[in-house]
């Protein structure tokens, strides 16, 4: 933790406003590693934004056919996730909106749902750690982002452990656990390589511990 903080320190010095990118497959620890990184730097001064926020809902998931696997690229609204990155990296220049928060969504695991207007960005928050798992994507809106951040981390982790907290993950908000493993193995795991792919594109690989 200490390396990853140092790390954080340099960009900094670097930049007044720290856009940090914490990307890598489900399961990886991307929330547990923004928590834990908010936790050190304090709410006064850093603020966590999901990505996981700019799901779909379940009807509009149901009504494109896509609630079968939920979680992949286009069960997303890229452009709305974009374009709250594209204010957050304006929120400190010039103009009459420069000082105004930015409201952005969370994802509840328990509804299943993202709920509007959960995360505020303020102009006072020197760090924004964006966590997610499609933000070294090339297509569409997902190519933008990058260029938005002022660096990107992914996470690396085994995937026999990473599958088991997905299983388990799956479990304890209510999926029984037949269901839980073939969601993990299946979709899940689909997304995964996918997400895999993208990790060329980091400034930096952080192997996470086994635990």
């Not at 760090?127 to 990058?146: H, K, S, T």
Request: glycine share 10%; no cysteine.
């Amino acid at each position: 933790m200490e390396g990853l903080l140092a790390a954080i320190q340099s960009l900094m010095e670097r930049d007044e406003r720290v856009l940090l990118g914490i990307t890598g497959e489900p399961g990886a620890g991307k929330s547990t590693l923004a928590a834990s990184l908010l936790d050190h730097l304090g709410s006064d001064n850093a603020v966590v934004l999901p990505m996981d926020g700019y799901h779909l809902a379940g009807a509009e998931l149901e009504r494109l056919g896509r609630a079968h696997r939920k979680g992949a690229i286009d069960t997303f609204d890229a452009h709305g996730f974009v374009h709250t990155l594209e204010r957050i990296a304006r929120q400190r220049g010039p103009g009459d909106d420069a000082l105004e928060a930015v409201y952005a969504p969370a994802f509840d695991r328990d509804l299943e749902e993202p709920i509007a207007g959960a995360v505020a960005v303020s102009a006072d928050h020197s760090v924004v750690i964006v966590e997610g798992n499609y933000l070294l994507a090339e297509q569409g809106p997902w190519g933008r982002i990058p260029a938005l951040l002022s660096s990107t981390w992914f996470l690396s982790v085994g995937a026999e452990l990473r599958q088991r907290r997905l299983i388990a993950r799956h479990e304890r908000h209510g999926v029984p656990p037949a269901a839980a493993q073939s969601h993990a193995l299946g979709s899940d795991q689909v997304n995964a390589e996918f997400i895999a792919s993208t990790a060329t594109r980091a400034d930096l690989i952080v192997e996470m511990p086994a635990g």
